[in-house]
């Protein structure tokens, strides 16, 4: 399955870097190992860039109920159009 999900600047710096390769979110859309995850920045610069990783691992321990952790390896990003009325 593959999720497009939206995720603030510096947590989506720190993906781009390598730094960050896990995720902690509400299971609303039940996650599994394998998936796909495209990350974009609400409101970034002209361009419409995703960042797209594969779930390699999911797990609820220690986490608030409804909670989930998931590693993730990044498989690639892509730009995917120019938005309208940015200069």
């Not at 781009?16 to 996650?31: H, I, P, Q, S, Y």
Request: hydrophobic fraction near 40%; glycine fraction near 6%; avoid cysteine.
């Amino acid at each position: 399955m593959n999720h497009k999900l939206k995720i603030k600047p510096a947590y989506l710096a720190a993906k781009a870097m390598g730094e960050k390769l896990f995720e902690v979110r509400r299971n609303d859309r039940d996650f599994k190992v394998g998936d796909t995850v495209a990350y974009s920045q609400p409101f970034s610069n002209m361009y419409d860039k995703q960042y797209v990783y594969e779930i390699t691992y999911v797990s609820d321990f220690m986490q608030a109920p409804g909670y989930i952790v998931f590693g993730e390896r990044q498989v690639g990003n892509m730009v995917l159009a120019l938005r309208r009325g940015r200069k």
